[in-house]
């Protein structure tokens, strides 16, 4: 059976007010908030962008969002998890404070701002699942309590599982440290000395000190490492990729897994994409990245593999029908999340396009 996926187009041209309007309609088109009763506690969960990026979908879209709810729901939260690598989102105090200054402060978004603080275990929740990869999954409690879950995402490439939307959002987004460290195990780096340079960009990321620079070579400890990829990110010289063959493949289905952990019997879900200033990698990254495509537009369902399916077809066709996401990390399955998805029963890669003008 196809999932009906809600789009409106968005052009790069259109300005920021244009775009709320066309959240607007393709939100009340959807009709995704007759859904939301009075006494439903709603929690959003977005990325907020690491300090220095900018292709986080926008605060002022997510005020749309929860004007939307407020007439129909008691509370609405605005949250994301802390990270496993260095950075200004490793803790909740400095997770939030990087929110608000990229304008994510009640006033705008027009809803309560929250990261958890897993170092409270009350915060944290193991969910046991007994699945082929992950027996148990480790993640915040704020999402799985939530009476309704809305995935607000910036679909986007990724340089581990290809491409991130609403299924990289909740499995990956959702985990605690601990869970996200269990999806990256396997995911130790290989060094291809003839491509590096020792300049010793990937050793100053290295949120676990697992890297040294030895005969002016980058050397990785595997013993350390977490897998977290963050060297792949700095290193300008392509020196460095993800040893597939090792195990890490199973990432994707690890991520599909935890997804399943917080929505599984979850029956109030809504998920949106926002495909717009798409780049090769996610916005963990602290940089500017310039866009692979030119933008698409916003995609509301029900269903988190439909939404991802359709947005990944439409990014194909605006680029001319050449897969965007392959062309930037060739040797990931892309598709792979989707299929283990299906088959767990989180969606249907069939999907209904219902567009809105």
């Given amino acids: 059976m196809k999932s009906p996926v809600f789009f409106i187009g968005v052009e790069e041209t259109d300005s920021l007010s244009e775009v709320m309007e066309k959240f607007q309609k393709v939100l009340s088109a959807s009709g995704f908030g007759k859904k939301v009763d009075k006494s439903d506690n709603v929690v959003i969960k977005m990325h907020f962008g690491e300090e220095g990026n900018t292709g986080y979908v926008r605060p002022e879209l997510v005020g749309v969002l929860s004007e939307t709810l407020a007439a129909s729901a008691q509370s609405v939260t605005v949250s994301d998890t802390n990270t496993l690598y260095r950075g200004k989102r490793v803790n909740s105090e400095e997770h939030e404070k990087l929110a608000r200054d990229h304008g994510f402060v009640e006033e705008t978004i027009k809803a309560k701002l929250l990261v958890p603080n897993e170092k409270n275990p009350a915060q944290c929740e193991t969910v046991p699942i007994n699945q082929v990869f992950v027996k148990e999954a480790k993640i915040l409690k704020l999402f799985k309590a939530a009476d309704v879950l809305i995935g607000l995402s910036h679909f986007k490439g990724h340089l581990v599982t290809g491409f991130g939307g609403a299924l990289k959002n909740i499995g990956m987004g959702c985990a605690s440290r601990e869970g996200k460290l269990s999806q990256h195990s396997n995911v130790c780096p290989t060094v291809y000395a003839d491509k590096c340079t020792g300049c010793g960009d990937c050793a100053a990321v290295c949120p676990v000190d697992a890297i040294g620079i030895v005969s002016k070579k980058s050397k990785i400890n595997p013993d350390l490492c977490i897998g977290c990829a963050s060297c792949i990110a700095a290193c300008s010289y392509a020196a460095m990729d993800v040893d597939w063959g090792s195990g890490a493949d199973a990432v994707a289905d690890k991520m599909v897994e935890f997804a399943y952990a917080v929505l599984h019997n979850k029956k109030k879900v809504v998920f949106v994409n926002v495909a717009t200033k ?11 990245d310039p866009r692979i495509v030119g933008d698409v537009g916003i995609f509301v369902s029900h269903d988190p593999v439909a939404v991802d399916r359709a947005c990944y077809d439409l990014v194909c066709k605006k680029a001319g029908g050449i897969d ?8 990931r399955k892309n598709q792979k999340q989707l299929i283990y998805a299906e088959k767990m029963g989180l969606g249907s890669r069939e999907y209904e396009l219902v567009t809105v003008s």
Avoid: Y
């Avoid at 965007?324 to 040797?331: E, I, K, S």
């Fill in 278 to 288: 798409i780049t090769a990698e996610c916005d963990c990254l602290a940089k500017d």
């Fill in 324 to 331: 965007v996401f392959a062309q930037a990390h060739p040797g």
